[in-house]
């Protein structure tokens, strides 16, 4: 598998993003996953708002959530089936404005996917759009998959032998976001203006239709959910403080 970044311009609100696309990506192979950032779906989209005060980003972020908490660090929000902070509303690389998450990213990877098939005149395509967010317990960000269209998202071990000939009973594996994760960490998330990503040779099902609802898990069934939950009941009345990281030692 290869992960290409493109460079590009800087992509301006209200764009044409499948010309973007062209202009950036002439050429396309059979078999290509084309990654474009969630960033530059908003602003094609003009999924932006005017930087007033904190009042205006702490609307916004409950207009855009289906459910938000504030904690000591950010506003812990629930989209779309997905967690994170502050409902995916960025200020980075966004010319003094908040850029919000797209509307649809599916729709709008379906959209990308039959045009660019079109222009490509390929058979086998996917568009994959990307987010970053921080994983619980871990610093740093790490990519995710926000939709995608033209493969299969999960790879179903289950039924099927391991090397030791034991049938697997719980083992898939999520495709959009552990490539998400490797284009993400490639593209940069500064000043790289890399908001677009060639992979070849992944070898995955490419489809007609995408399973929107495949790689969501309802927060009922979630097996980190009774963790969490017994963590809140021993700390109820606490004070949590921040981590803090320990000193180095000096050398002697």
């Given at each position: 598998m290869e992960v290409r970044p493109i460079k590009t311009r800087i992509f301006k609100e209200r764009e044409n993003l499948v010309d973007f696309i062209v202009a950036h990506i002439p050429r396309?192979?059979?078999?290509?996953?084309?990654?474009?950032?969630?960033?530059i779906v908003a602003l094609a989209e003009g999924r932006t708002l005017e930087i007033e005060d904190e009042t205006t980003r702490e609307k916004a972020i409950k207009q855009e959530s289906d459910f938000a908490i504030r904690t000591m660090y950010t506003w812990l929000t629930l989209k779309d089936g997905l967690l994170m902070s502050s409902a995916g509303i960025d200020e980075s690389n966004a010319d003094g404005k908040l850029i919000l998450l797209?509307?649809?990213?599916?729709?709008?990877?379906?959209v990308l996917l039959r045009e660019l098939k079109k222009r490509y005149k390929l058979k086998k395509l996917g568009i994959l759009i990307t987010d970053s967010r921080v994983l619980a317990l871990r610093a740093g960000a790490v990519g995710v998959s926000m939709g995608y269209a033209g493969f299969r998202g999960i790879k179903d071990y289950r039924g099927t032998p391991d090397m030791f000939g034991r049938t697997m009973k719980i083992s898939r594996s999520n495709i959009p976001d552990a490539l998400s994760s490797a284009a993400v960490l490639v593209m940069g998330e500064g000043d790289e203006r890399q908001p677009l990503a060639v992979v070849t040779g992944l070898p995955v099902e490419f489809v007609e239709r995408t399973?929107?609802?495949?790689?969501?898990i309802p927060p009922e069934h979630d097996m980190y959910r009774p963790f969490f939950e017994e963590v809140k009941k021993k700390n109820r009345g606490k004070t949590i403080e921040?981590?803090?990281?320990?000193?180095?030692?000096r050398k002697r």
């Open positions: 396309v192979k059979e078999g290509t996953i084309i990654v474009v950032t969630s960033k797209p509307k649809d990213s599916f729709k709008t990877a379906s399973q929107r609802k495949e790689l969501v921040p981590y803090k990281r320990p000193a180095p030692r």
